[in-house]
């Protein structure tokens, strides 16, 4: 039988990576629009410091949510 709150943490920790992509994927134009010869302003820089991590956490945490729950089956 599924454990209800593994499925919503299952949820929760997709939409959190997703989320943080679709944010990331705002920030496209400002990137593309960069000079290649020029230096990003400190805003941006910040701004994808913060967004990337942001992503990288959610991707961490679903990662591990689905190891535990291949680890769990495997051993059942």
Do not use: C, W, Y
């Amino acid at each position: 039988m599924a454990d209800v709150n593994e499925i919503r943490a299952l949820k929760a920790s997709f939409r959190g990576g997703i989320d943080t992509a679709q944010t990331l994927a705002t920030l496209q134009q400002k990137v593309d629009a960069l000079d290649d010869h020029g230096e990003p302003g400190g805003d941006l820089l910040e701004e994808l410091a913060r967004i990337t991590l942001a992503s990288a956490v959610a991707s961490s945490a679903l990662r591990g949510l689905v190891d535990t729950m291949i680890k769990r089956r495997e051993a059942a």
